[in-house]
């Protein structure tokens, strides 16, 4: 199959799971993102250490997240009355953190910061997305759905307006060391479509937030979503990878896909909760 067609369809694939886990059928929801927090840090360690290093501190890793996102998510819906218990979610990594004590062979014990990097940067962002899924008790994924929404269109943005603007020789580059083709243009493309799915969002009644807060959440999708992609650049180019796996063809790995969202997602968040949006 040639890569145009393999990526259009296999994309179209990606964002039906994605309607349907948050609309349509919500309790599949919390499946897909145990999943997608399992094997993007699956990816990511990967990618840093290897298939094999370290396994047994890779699935110690991956619980932390996995039991903070199972108790956001039963506090948020009511079914947690103490919010005392989430500390729970600590203790994989109080025992990732003693764990290699015990190894016979320490001589590259330097690759477990990449264990605790993959845990801070992808799994503890992924794993607030409750906070975002629920609302009085109810879940309800068209929050969710419509940030991502602003997330990819933002990336659609900067990559049309970055292409036809962006690529001149005078033109101001964000980071050329990481990504060199990203721009000014680019970020400028990225706020113009995140604002502007967010106000068209916000006037279809689906973003359910006041329309300057809805214009301040498009641009945070937009420039937290360039910086997520940046930050995987940054990642990708040290290791020396054109893409963190294979799982969606004609894409690359499920953190190729997510990367955007691991950051901009979180920002929104912390915006939500304090101007008291949440």
């Known amino acids: 199959m040639k890569e145009l067609p393999k990526?259009?369809?296999?994309?179209?694939?990606?964002?039906?799971?994605?309607?349907?886990?948050?609309?349509i059928l919500p309790p599949l929801f919390h499946l897909l993102m145990a999943f997608a927090i399992a094997w993007?840090?699956?990816?990511?360690?990967?990618?840093?250490?290897?298939?094999?290093d370290f396994l047994s501190e890779r699935v110690m890793a991956a619980l932390a997240p996995e039991l903070l996102y199972g108790l956001?998510?039963?506090?948020?819906?009511?079914?947690l009355v103490n919010q005392a218990y989430l500390a729970i979610s600590i203790l994989p990594i109080l025992?990732?953190?003693?764990?290699?004590?015990?190894?016979?062979?320490h001589s590259n014990?330097?690759?477990?910061?990449?264990?605790?990097?993959?845990?801070?940067?992808?799994?503890?962002?992924?794993s607030l997305t409750p906070i975002l899924m629920y609302h009085d008790g109810t879940q309800d994924g068209w929050l969710i759905l419509s940030l991502l929404l602003m997330v990819w269109g933002a990336d659609v943005g900067a990559y049309f307006i970055g292409t036809a603007f962006g690529q001149r020789p005078n033109s101001i580059k964000i980071a050329p060391a990481i990504s060199p083709k990203k721009s000014l243009w680019g970020l400028?493309?990225?706020?113009?479509?995140?604002?502007?799915?967010?106000?068209?969002?916000?006037?279809?009644g689906l973003v359910k937030l006041p329309l300057g807060a809805s214009v301040a959440v498009?641009?945070?999708?937009?420039?937290?979503?360039?910086l997520?992609?940046?930050?995987?650049?940054?990642?990708?180019?040290?290791?020396?990878?054109?893409?963190?796996g294979n799982l969606i063809p004609g894409h690359g790995g499920l953190y190729d896909r997510l990367d955007s969202a691991i950051l901009a997602l979180p920002v929104i968040t912390v915006y939500l909760a304090v101007t008291g949006l949440l």
């Open 95 to 105: 025992a990732l953190i003693v764990a290699p004590i015990w190894r016979k062979d």
């Open 72 to 79: 956001l998510a039963l506090y948020k819906s009511g079914h």
């Open 188 to 204: 400028f493309g990225a706020v113009l479509f995140g604002i502007g799915i967010a106000v068209g969002l916000h006037y279809l």
């Open 218 to 226: 498009g641009g945070l999708a937009a420039a937290g979503g360039l």
């Open 109 to 126: 014990h330097g690759k477990l910061a990449y264990i605790f990097a993959g845990l801070g940067y992808i799994g503890l962002p992924m």
């Open 40 to 52: 993007t840090l699956h990816e990511f360690y990967v990618m840093s250490m290897g298939e094999k």
């Open 7 to 23: 990526r259009i369809i296999f994309g179209v694939l990606f964002a039906a799971i994605v309607v349907v886990g948050t609309v």
């Open 228 to 244: 997520g992609d940046l930050v995987e650049s940054m990642w990708k180019r040290y290791f020396g990878v054109k893409d963190s």
